[in-house]
């Protein structure tokens, strides 16, 4: 257990659909880090936050935003679902903007 | 940009050494990862090397050349549990995390 927690587990939608995924990080940890796992891709970085601020972005579509809380736990929205956006989704934290990346179990999204 | 390659795939007996392979070229170094992953689950972290050399950590041991551009994960006494995909990363000085596509290992009977 990495201490990184996502919810939900799990997620089936249809096309057109908005979904939120939410991340709590380590305790301690500042920056979260987004990440797109598909069978065809391997895994993307999409987004990074620091202490409440974005910090790097990588692949990310702009129908996918995300933002990171005063409480430090981060939420990827994402909208007008595609089948291509089926993926599983994981979550990182580090303590600093360049520390080793522990990652949490994901949210596995089905679009439908 | 960064270019990260791994062979796909590699097969190896219980109790047997494997030694998976990573080459990058990169924009930015700032260090490069090992994290396994089992299927449908988080990448675990294995090792992190910065500096040339090797770093053992038990049964995995990990090596980096930056004047070379290639890094290798060890795996020693290999177990069943062993089989999963290797992922090797490369940190620009960003802080940002290029993976490669993973190297999946077969541990056999």
């Known amino acids: 257990d990495s201490g990184v927690t996502q919810t939900p587990k799990h997620l089936i939608t249809a096309t057109g659909q908005r979904v939120t995924l939410r991340c709590s990080p380590r305790s301690g940890d500042l920056s979260v880090y987004w990440y797109q796992q598909s069978l065809d891709q391997g895994l993307q970085f999409l987004i990074q936050?620091?202490?409440?601020?974005?910090?790097a972005k990588g692949n990310i579509l702009e129908r996918f935003s995300a933002q990171q809380f005063p409480d430090l736990h981060s939420e990827l929205n994402l909208s007008s679902l595609e089948l291509g956006d089926s993926a599983l989704y994981f979550c990182?934290?580090?303590?600093?903007?360049?520390?080793?990346?522990?990652f949490g179990p994901g949210t596995r999204l089905l679009v439908l | 940009g960064q270019n990260i390659d791994q062979p796909t795939e590699m097969t190896a007996t219980e109790g047997a050494i494997v030694q998976i392979n990573c080459t990058y070229q990169t924009s930015g170094f700032n260090g490069l990862f090992w994290y396994q992953q089992h299927a449908g689950e988080a990448p675990t972290f294995l090792s992190y090397?910065?500096?040339?050399g090797l770093e053992e950590k038990g049964r995995f041991s990990s090596f980096l050349s930056r004047s070379k551009g290639y890094s290798y994960l060890l795996l020693k006494e290999l177990q069943m549990k062993d089989s999963a995909s290797y992922l090797c990363?490369?940190?620009?000085?960003?802080?940002?995390?290029?993976f490669g596509a993973g190297t999946q290992v077969v541990v056999t009977p």
């Open positions: 990182a934290s580090s303590v600093e903007q360049t520390g080793t990346q522990y």
């Open positions: 990363a490369v940190r620009d000085s960003w802080g940002k995390l290029q």
């Open positions: 090397n910065v500096l040339d």
């Open positions: 936050y620091y202490n409440g601020e974005e910090r």
